[in-house]
Structure formats: structure tokens, C-alpha cells
């Protein structure tokens, strides 16, 4: 593999905005510390903090492979993979073969380790999760959890913050803008209407709207909030 299909990177890109700005929000949350994990007891443990947590991957640096954790074969069918094999049927559900492939060989990418992100991402994504902890597990290998856990909080809707968001989320992949403000709507619940090919207009949480252009190459234009 030396690239993602088409239906991955869409996929991908409709958590782009609001995915961005729920890592944020993790980052800031967890704190700094070494950490344990008991995945019998699905719990992740850091500076002090515990957490529920489920293992959505690992990437091997070596063999610059993915493995999701629904097929690892020493958690199949563990609670542990629950949120993983979510993804998975996800995957099958609409035709992303990304989520649906046990192992992926990322070594013909540019970046490999940046490739097992984007998987990470996308996976925290379609599970809705709070976002994922990449950490170390060994020499060679990284493993990716998904916190599952209502003590994590959860990035809210900014209109004040709401352009940084979106031209944040439109350079993450740069693929598809649109599904970027789209994903990002839908996420939160924001109701919109189009206008034409070039506009989309929001109805912002507390009143107010959201005008969102794209230029002739369907990038993000401008991001116009006019308050009530």
C-alpha cells in the first residue's frame, strides 16, 4: 500500500476539524507521567490519572505495519477491542477497507509512522472517542488507545474559535475541505444549509450564524460569524 482509497481519506477528513480540536483538549487534560496499562481491566494509568481505555491499534516501526487491535491475536474478542472491532464493522458497513484489513503494510508511503496516525485518527473518529494516546509499548512498537472514559472532557462548539478550527482541520489531510466543515457540523449537531456550490451557512449553537465560502478549488475561503 502507498496510499489510502479515496473512501478512507473522505472518512478521515470528516473528523479532521473536530478531531483536531478534541486532541487539544486531551493534551491539555492528561498529565505528564509515565504509564501503565491492565488490559485485562481495560484501565490506562498516567501521572496519577486512570482512565477506561480500549486498544484501537499497534504500529510496528520495523515493519512499518498497522495491526488493528480487533485482530490481534491476543485480544480478539476481548472487551479490551470492543471499540476497535466497532471500527471494523464500520469499515464494512461502508466500504472502507482500511478499517476492515487485519494488517496493512505502510512501508510504501512517504511517512510511514504519519500513515499509522491518520489510521489512529480515523479510528478515534468513527468510534467518537475523546481522542487516542499513542505511547510506546517496546522496542519497535507503538500502541494506540482510545479513551473511553466520561471523565475525559469534550471539546464543545467555539464561534469565537470557529475559523481556527476549520482552516486547522482543512490543512490536517488536505483532501477534501468540505467533508472537513461537514464532518465538523455533523459532529456537533450544528444545523446548515448550502448556498450555491461556494457557501454554507450554519445556525451556530446560541444564536448567530456561521458563513462558510470555498474558493474555485473548493478550499476554505472564509469563515464569517455574525452574532444575534
Not at 491518520?118 to 519497535?140: N, R
Request: glycine share 14%; with cysteine; aromatic share 8%.
Amino acid at each position: 500500500m502507498s496510499r489510502f482509497s479515496e473512501a478512507f481519506l473522505v472518512e478521515a477528513e470528516r473528523h479532521a476539524a473536530w478531531g483536531a480540536a478534541q486532541l487539544e483538549v486531551l493534551n491539555r487534560f492528561l498529565p505528564d507521567g509515565d504509564w501503565t496499562a491492565d488490559l485485562t481491566a481495560c484501565r490506562y494509568r498516567q501521572g496519577g490519572l486512570d482512565l477506561r481505555v480500549g486498544v484501537l491499534g499497534t504500529y510496528d516501526m520495523n515493519e512499518r505495519s498497522w495491526m488493528w487491535g480487533w485482530a490481534n491475536p491476543g485480544l480478539r474478542g476481548t472487551e479490551v477491542v470492543a471499540l476497535a472491532a466497532a471500527v471494523e464493522r464500520y469499515g464494512r458497513a461502508h466500504g472502507i477497507a482500511e478499517l476492515t484489513q487485519e494488517v496493512l503494510d505502510l512501508s510504501g508511503f512517504d511517512d510511514p509512522r504519519r500513515a499509522a496516525e491518520m489510521l489512529a485518527f480515523t479510528g478515534m473518529g468513527v468510534a467518537e472517542a475523546p481522542g487516542y494516546l499513542g505511547v510506546p509499548a517496546g522496542p519497535g512498537t507503538q500502541v494506540y488507545f482510545l479513551p473511553d472514559d466520561p471523565v475525559v472532557p469534550r471539546a464543545t462548539p467555539d464561534p469565537v474559535g470557529l475559523p481556527r478550527t476549520l482552516l486547522t482541520g482543512q490543512g490536517l489531510i488536505g483532501h477534501a475541505p468540505r467533508h472537513v466543515v461537514a464532518g465538523y457540523l455533523d459532529h456537533h449537531g450544528i444545523p446548515r444549509r448550502a448556498e450555491g456550490d461556494d457557501r454554507i451557512v450554519a445556525a451556530l449553537p446560541g444564536g448567530g450564524t456561521a458563513e462558510i465560502t470555498f474558493d474555485a478549488q473548493g478550499r476554505i475561503a472564509g469563515v464569517g460569524i455574525d452574532k444575534l
